[in-house]
T-cell receptor
Framework: DARVTQTPRHKVTEMGQEVTMRCQPILGHNTVFWYRQTMMQGLELLAYFRNRAPLDDSGMPKDRFSAEMPDATLATLKIQPSEPRDSAVYFC??????????????FGQGTRLTVV | AQKVTQAQTEISVVEKEDVTLDCVYETRDTTYYLFWYKQPPSGELVFLIRRNSFDEQNEISGRYSWNFQKSTSSFNFTITASQVVDSAVYFCALSESNSGNTPLVFGKGTRLSVIA
């Protein structure tokens, strides 16, 4: 049963600490998305990768957020330093290529981040 | 730019009622895909259906049905004889091809509450 795995599921941290979220995409999917979900903003796209290369990270606050794909089985999203306004659920999604640039997203269970 | 609008923020129905969730999209592309996802209280995002722009045939799956109308740029979702387990947030999404835009855009979601 192919699925996207995200760790940790929950994270509580103090303001100023570094947070690293990890994602294992579905094998064979070459596109990975990072979304943030809050009550106010809904689902926001932070960044996405194709074949491990970042294609768009314009949704991410560059001064504190960074996203990488060190290899095809691992995507990471880091926040340093974290702030209370970063509290949200962060979803990773694995992209099934539908051809010509269109994708279907398969989501992980999310990481619920609370920054106190 | 592509856009997905779910005008209904929250809907409340009594069990066994039928309910329709609206989704209106904007795109300049002729080739695109539309999706519905369900997010139950547990938080995961569950894929429900995918439709491509060349297939306007309506789809029925058990109590769920989808009405795709290109003339009105709508992809509405109807739940017949709603049940408490249908309570969730439902997201409509659009993926364009060859657009150079964000490959997958979500609406803000509609929170459905089914009351016993």
């Amino acid at each position: 049963d192919a699925r996207v795995t995200q760790t940790p599921r929950h994270k509580v941290t103090e303001m100023g600490q570094e947070v690293t979220m990890r994602c294992q995409p579905i094998l064979g999917h070459n596109t990975v998305f990072w979304y943030r979900q809050t009550m106010m903003q809904g689902l926001e796209l932070l960044a996405y990768f194709r074949n491990r290369a970042p294609l768009d990270d314009s949704g991410m606050p560059k001064d504190r957020f960074s996203a990488e794909m060190p290899d095809a089985t691992l995507a990471t999203l880091k926040i340093q330093p974290s702030e209370p306004r970063d509290s949200a659920v962060y979803f990773c999604a694995s992209g099934l290529d539908l051809g010509q640039g269109a994708f279907q997203a398969f989501f992980g269970q999310g990481t619920r981040l609370t920054v106190v | 730019a592509q856009k997905v609008t779910q005008a209904q923020t929250e809907i409340s129905v009594v069990e066994k009622e039928d309910v329709t969730l609206d989704c209106v999209y904007e795109t300049r592309d002729t080739t695109y895909y539309l999706f519905w996802y369900k997010q139950p209280p547990s938080g995961e995002l569950v894929f429900l259906i995918r439709r491509n722009s060349f297939d306007e045939q309506n789809e029925i799956s058990g109590r769920y049905s989808w009405n795709f109308q290109k003339s009105t740029s709508s992809f509405n979702f109807t739940i017949t004889a709603s049940q408490v387990v249908d309570s969730a947030v439902y997201f409509c999404a659009l993926s364009e091809s060859n657009s150079g835009n964000t490959p997958l855009v979500f609406g803000k979601g509609t929170r459905l509450s089914v009351i016993a």
